[in-house]
């Protein structure tokens, strides 16, 4: 296989007779025109692969009525390489400034990965190293000037944040580096003065939300109406009128006691026994109401049992018609 390193490009007109054969009027920088008699006749080259960065063709196929074996030789002696040859240069060797360009670094940012230990002082850089900073920065998408545009932050401030300890002097910050300046942030929403916030900041913490995914006392409104039977609408209406207690929203979804289970399935069947809402509400707001809570269950017991005696005596008649 002979491996033409220099010259040739795939946007040179292809043999009608075959797309895979190249012409080649000066192949390897070489001037030659031709070198069968006539000059001027394009010489035509079969090539099997290419690799782009190298500019480099596998040649399987030399058509020899068009190339002369002089022409042969002179390919061979100037631009042979072998295949391990190709291989080995895969590594593109990079140097300090190449590769502050590639990653946007500046010298201030190209110390730091050095004092991390990412990259090291070298007279040439590698694709590796590239792979090394780009793996960080994936970690680490925000920079400091990401994050003074984002929250409006002065030097000062900046410089206020590492003095209590609440960032580090890198120059990149992690998604999670970004709970710190939110809650500062709300903080100063709320009025407090830069140097309360930081006190507050390093002291306390910052403040977690609360995952009500993982709260095992709660439970979702589509459970909760797969449970009772009632319909999603229904329950949302007896929020409306007071009926049950309000849920809990957390990114968009309403989250209630577990006990509203109970207080549901009481006002499903105290509907079912001839009880209107109304009554239901009234009964229900009073119960809350530990002074109440005894007298209205008993009168409710009453009102149940007469209803039962009721239900009873009915049923006596339909059997006896």
């Not at 063709?57 to 030789?73: A, G, H, P």
């Not at 391990?84 to 590594?91: C, L, P, T």
């Not at 070298?122 to 780009?134: I, M, N, Q």
Request: proline share 3%; aromatic share 10%.
């Amino acid at each position: 296989m002979i491996v033409i390193a220099v010259g040739a490009d795939l946007s040179r007109p292809r043999n009608p007779e075959n797309q895979n054969v190249i012409q080649l009027t000066n192949p390897g920088g070489i001037a030659v025109d031709s070198p069968t008699p006539g000059r001027g006749t394009p010489a035509w080259v079969s090539i099997s692969g290419v690799t782009p960065r190298l500019e480099t063709y596998y040649v399987n196929t030399i058509y020899s009525q068009y190339i002369s074996e002089v022409f042969i030789d002179i390919i061979l002696t100037i631009v042979y390489i072998t295949r391990n040859e190709v291989i080995n240069m895969g590594d593109k060797v990079l140097s300090k400034q190449d590769l502050q360009k590639r990653v946007k670094i500046d010298d201030e940012k190209f110390q730091f990965f050095i004092e991390q230990e990412i990259l090291e002082e070298k007279e040439s850089y590698t694709e590796e190293d590239l792979d090394r900073v780009r793996e960080f920065r994936k970690l680490n998408p925000l920079d400091l000037n990401d994050i003074v545009k984002k929250f409006k932050l002065n030097r000062e401030q900046i410089n206020s944040f590492r003095t209590f300890g609440l960032i580090g002097g890198s120059f990149y910050f992690s998604n999670k580096d970004l709970d710190i300046f939110q809650s500062w942030q709300k903080l100063k929403r709320l009025g407090y003065s830069d140097g309360a916030c930081f006190k507050v900041l390093s002291e306390v913490g910052v403040p977690r939300e609360e995952n009500l995914f993982e709260n095992d006392t709660l439970i979702q409104l589509k459970e909760l109406s797969e449970t009772t039977g009632i319909p999603e609408r229904t329950i949302k209406f007896y929020e409306k009128e007071n009926l049950i207690l309000k849920p809990r929203i957390y990114k968009n979804k309403r989250f209630y006691e577990a006990k509203i289970l109970d207080d549901l399935i009481l006002i499903r069947d105290m509907q079912h026994i001839g009880y209107k809402l109304s009554s239901i509400a009234e009964f229900l707001n009073s119960v809350r109401d530990d002074k109440e809570k005894l007298k209205v269950i008993d009168t409710m017991k009453q009102e149940i049992n007469e209803k039962i005696k009721i239900a009873k005596a009915i049923i006596k008649r339909v059997e006896a018609i």
